[in-house]
């Protein structure tokens, strides 16, 4: 047994709406085996809480009876794997397996930590074969590697409590780069950054003084703020000297350290202050050598100027019963569920080492001495909960002197949070009323003592972080127009754009041709993937997406967004049957569907009411449906009316906006330059669907329509779709289309422009299957009087020549004569040839894989093609577009 292939989902995906991953598995001779007694038997000794799953049975237990009545090993794989997560402290629910054709495994699991679990999908195959064997495997250290890796790379209790919260408002969250604590809250214009609990509003001036406490000392006394009195010294000679100037008993610590690292408490020999220095000095190479304070210990969180929570902190210690020593004592408290390993629960687990020994030996104590009941015994004088210490919350307890205190410390070093440490008798008191002072400000406070409190009200403090970064009614996120379907989806989603913006929008526009900030193109390529998306979300200068949502990123890595307030589906077509496993048309409307199913409950789906599919779109929707059509009398789009719903529509050559039985007009069809005069009957469909997603957006019928009509075919708007160019009278249509849906339709406008003869130049890419490549050449042979046929630079994995066959069958099938077929592979080439075939009055339809290479042989010589596409859509510039056309 082995595995083939591990893939991860960030996001939501074909299997589930959240992270997972994806195994393929090579289970060998044992695909077929279905377990019996003596495997469940040494299964359950093994992991015995998978007696506890649920399974398909939804109850405890369940999946116990699927062992017992036989169940597929990948099935029991599955179940491990969860487990084993669990035991690693990451719970995790979604579990789904199947066994493929192709003779492999496909486990889909729900996961929280990549480098966790990676190590575990291969520790629950183990577990598997040793249940079949009769062999034993070391789960303790597999786990505990996993737990390592989780505790390295997911968030900490602060850092998660600020990204819940977040979450619970429906703010997007995405980390920024892998295992670190820097995250973007919101997308756009609108987005923020955190650090743990650092804000963006915190200047890095800011975290710099309060990690150098001599000079958080320094300011603090600028502002008036009571401190201890304290010295910065470098050597055990000036600690000492410090020491006798400031009298016993005395604090050191590194001047930059945290967590409670480093620091001494209550000194009171010079032999003390010796060591304490080294401790120290280990950390830093300068000290801060204090009078110690006597008096509780406090946490005041403040946020955006204002106290958010405040904890008594004490040091770690156990309580003597009587009946066991100090280690058992230890040992009891570190069993308490509470306490794990650093920051992965809300305490951490008490240390015995040598500052434990000689704070016991302070006391009179030992590790086998038995403490009487009650007693307490210390194990630390610091009380950072890093270091074992619990803490009281006592936020209602404090005095609004003492809570302005904590206030005039944060804005005296500058921080918008901080966690400002006091020492005072009673927090309840004034500050003047007792002798306290400010020990430290911290930049990035630990919230779990307010969290997560030993004693008093848990304090959502993640909220109030969230809410100082976006005030409740304020804006969090850009809105997002996602577009998919199989043809016209680049040419709608620019459409979008080019109304965004002037509507006076900066939108970011992620498409088949590149990325686009307001109009500008800043990244080439293909660009419709998660990357993408992402790419355009994170830019702090829009204030809308428009996203291109292609297949293959889908398939192969999710959406690269989280909901959509606008989803697109233009239509779908077997264009990719045979592709990334989808086999089926059934199977490709499940993957679409994830665009549909992603939206916001406020948002809306936009749905090709002519679409054969477009029902089993419709049955996912969660949000808001309006329909599109050409066709007046579509049922499905007066269903929908008649219940109140919204639909855009054509009816005698107008376009309506419709809902329930009233109507307004958004205009001509023959007045959209992008329809050419109503003859592109395929831009008509996009042209709906654009204007059924403004419409959607808020924008008013009429408004949508006004905006669009400018939208043009010219290279500038529209690059690469259905533009026209003049060749010395030779009129040349050049598109995308790489289908036959979109050869058809290419090929329907070409006989509506009136051309002489219409010669094709016509290649489709080679990952398509046989038979969608044969109805391709058979679109061809249907619509053109003579034909050329090239190939794609890139082959995708066919031979030379071997898509060129399929085509050429599918055009003879057609009925398209021998002779009337030629054959140039090279696409330039094939250009040269059929211009150098045509006559004037002729007209050359090319679909093209290299937009500039079509452009270097119909473009005038004068125009350079690549600065051409380089100027970005937003240009009006029409290169070669006759006259003659509207």
């Given at each position: 047994m082995n595995?083939?292939?591990?893939?991860?989902?960030?996001?939501?995906?074909?299997?589930?709406?959240?992270?997972?991953?994806?195994?393929?598995?090579?289970?060998?001779?044992?695909?077929?085996?279905?377990?019996?007694?003596?495997?469940?038997?040494?299964?359950?000794?093994?992991?015995?809480?998978?007696?506890?799953?649920?399974?398909?049975?939804?109850?405890?237990?369940?999946?116990?009876?699927?062992?017992?009545?036989?169940?597929?090993?990948?099935?029991?794989?599955?179940?491990?794997?969860?487990?084993?997560?669990?035991?690693?402290?990451?719970?995790?629910?979604?579990?789904?397996?199947?066994?493929?054709?192709?003779?492999?495994?496909?486990?889909?699991?729900?996961?929280?930590?990549?480098?966790?679990?990676?190590g575990l999908a291969l520790a629950a195959i183990r577990v598997v074969a040793a249940a079949l064997d009769g062999d034993t495997v070391n789960l303790t250290k597999m786990v505990a590697k996993a737990r390592k890796a989780a505790l390295r790379f997911l968030p900490g209790p602060s850092t998660e409590a600020i990204l819940q919260a977040a979450r619970k408002r429906g703010i997007p969250v995405q980390q920024l780069a892998e295992g670190s604590s820097l995250y973007r809250l919101g997308t756009g214009k609108y987005q923020k950054r955190i650090f743990a609990s650092i804000s963006e509003g915190t200047g890095c001036i800011a975290v710099e003084v309060a990690g150098n406490k001599p000079l958080t000392k320094h300011i603090l006394e600028q502002h008036g703020l009571p401190v201890p009195r304290g010295m910065v010294v470098r050597s055990k000679k000036e600690a000492c000297r410090a020491a006798r100037l400031l009298g016993f008993p005395v604090v050191a610590k590194p001047d930059n350290g945290n967590q409670g690292k480093g620091i001494s408490l209550e000194i009171c020999s010079y032999h003390e202050v010796e060591q304490a220095f080294a401790a120290a000095a280990a950390i830093s190479a300068t000290v801060l050598v204090e009078k110690h304070i006597y008096g509780r210990h406090y946490r005041v969180l403040v946020v955006g100027g204002e106290l958010a929570a405040a904890a008594e902190r004490i040091p770690a210690h156990v309580l003597g019963d009587g009946l066991h020593n100090v280690f058992q004592l230890v040992r009891q408290e570190n069993?308490?569920?509470?306490?794990?390993?650093?920051?992965?629960?809300?305490?951490?687990?008490?240390?015995?080492?040598?500052?434990?020994?000689?704070?016991?030996?302070?006391?009179?104590?030992?590790?086998?001495?038995?403490?009487?009941?009650?007693?307490?015994?210390?194990?630390?004088?610091?009380?950072?909960?890093?270091?074992?210490?619990?803490?009281?919350?006592?936020?209602e307890r404090v005095h609004p002197l003492q809570a302005q205190l904590a206030v005039r410390a944060a804005l005296a070093v500058g921080l918008e949070i901080a966690g400002v440490d006091l020492i005072m008798q009673d927090i309840s008191a004034t500050p003047a009323d007792q002798h306290g002072a400010i020990i430290e400000v911290n930049a990035a406070p630990g919230l779990r003592m307010h969290l997560s409190p030993s004693q008093g009200e848990k304090r959502d403090v993640g909220q109030k972080i969230v809410e100082l970064l976006f005030p409740p009614g304020t804006s969090c996120r850009v809105p997002v127009f996602s577009v998919t379907g199989t043809n016209g989806k680049t040419t709608t989603a620019r459409m979008l754009d080019f109304a965004l913006r002037?509507?006076?929008?900066?939108?970011?526009?992620?498409c088949t041709d590149g990325i686009y900030f307001n109009g500008e193109l800043v990244q080439k390529g293909d660009l419709t993937g998660p990357a993408s998306a992402g790419t355009v979300l994170a830019n702090t200068a829009i204030d809308v997406a428009v996203l291109e949502t292609a297949r293959g990123g889908i398939i192969r890595r999710g959406l690269g967004y989280d909901r959509a307030d606008v989803a697109v589906i233009c239509n779908l077509r077997g264009d990719h049957l045979g592709q990334d496993g989808i086999e089926t048309m059934d199977e490709l409307v499940h993957v679409k569907s994830l665009v549909a199913e992603a939206v916001?409950?406020?948002?809306?789906?936009?749905?090709?009411?002519?679409?054969?599919?477009?029902?089993?779109?419709?049955?996912?929707?969660?949000?808001?449906?309006?329909?599109?059509?050409?066709?007046?009398?579509?049922?499905?789009?007066?269903r929908h009316l008649s219940k109140g719903g919204r639909a855009v529509l054509v009816r005698q050559g107008v376009i309506l906006a419709a809902k329930g039985g009233r109507v307004s007009l958004m205009g001509r069809v023959r007045d959209f330059a992008v329809t050419l005069g109503g003859r592109a009957t395929h831009q008509v469909e996009n042209l709906l669907a654009a204007l059924a997603a403004l419409w959607a957006y808020g924008l008013a019928p009429k408004q949508a329509g006004q905006y669009l009509r400018e939208f043009?075919?010219?290279?500038?708007?529209?690059?690469?779709?259905?533009?026209?160019?003049?060749?010395?009278?030779?009129?040349?249509?050049?598109?995308?289309?790489?289908?036959?849906?979109?050869?058809?339709?290419?090929?329907?406008?070409?006989?509506?422009?009136?051309?002489?003869?219409?010669?094709?130049v016509v290649g489709v890419p080679g990952d398509r299957c046989d038979d969608l490549i044969v109805l391709a050449g058979e679109a061809a042979g249907h619509r053109f009087d003579y034909l050329i046929i090239?190939?794609?630079?890139?082959?995708?994995?066919?031979?030379?020549g071997e898509a060129e066959k399929l085509l050429l069958r599918g055009a003879l099938a057609a009925g398209m004569a021998r002779e009337s077929i030629f054959v140039q592979r090279e696409e330039r080439l094939a250009v040269r040839e059929a211009l150098s075939m045509a006559s004037p009055g002729d007209l050359v339809v090319v679909f093209y894989e290299?937009?500039?290479?079509?452009?270097?042989?119909?473009?005038?010589?004068?125009?350079?093609?690549?600065?051409?596409?380089?100027?970005?859509?937003?240009?009006?510039?029409?290169?070669?577009?006759?006259?003659?056309?509207?």
């Open positions: 595995i083939r292939e591990i893939q991860f989902f960030t996001g939501r995906n074909i299997y589930s709406h959240r992270p997972v991953m994806k195994m393929l598995l090579d289970l060998g001779a044992r695909r077929l085996y279905r377990t019996e007694s003596i495997f469940t038997e040494r299964l359950l000794a093994m992991l015995p809480r998978l007696a506890e799953h649920f399974c398909s049975r939804r109850y405890p237990g369940g999946f116990v009876e699927r062992l017992e009545e036989g169940t597929y090993l990948g099935h029991v794989i599955e179940h491990v794997f969860l487990e084993l997560q669990s035991m690693a402290g990451m719970d995790a629910e979604y579990g789904k397996t199947m066994n493929r054709d192709d003779d492999l495994t496909e486990i889909i699991c729900e996961y929280r930590c990549r480098q966790a679990v990676e069993s308490n569920p509470l306490r794990g390993c650093g920051h992965e629960k809300p305490l951490t687990k008490l240390k015995l080492d040598s500052t434990a020994y000689a704070l016991l030996a302070k006391q009179g104590l030992s590790l086998t001495c038995v403490p009487k009941p009650g007693q307490q015994v210390w194990l630390r004088k610091n009380d950072n909960l890093s270091t074992g210490g619990t803490a009281s919350d006592v936020t002037r509507h006076g929008l900066s939108p970011g526009l992620c916001y409950a406020s948002g809306t789906v936009i749905l090709n009411a002519d679409d054969g599919y477009v029902n089993d779109f419709a049955a996912v929707c969660w949000a808001e449906i309006i329909y599109f059509s050409m066709q007046a009398g579509n049922m499905v789009m007066h043009a075919t010219a290279l500038g708007d529209n690059p690469g779709r259905a533009n026209i160019y003049d060749v010395g009278g030779i009129r040349v249509l050049v598109d995308y289309g790489h289908n036959a849906d979109g050869i058809l339709k290419l090929g329907q406008l070409a006989r509506k422009l009136k051309a002489n003869r219409v010669i094709g090239k190939e794609d630079q890139d082959l995708r994995g066919r031979q030379p290299k937009l500039e290479q079509v452009l270097a042989e119909v473009v005038p010589p004068v125009a350079d093609a690549a600065l051409l596409l380089s100027q970005g859509h937003g240009s009006s510039q029409e290169v070669g577009l006759p006259s003659s056309l509207p």
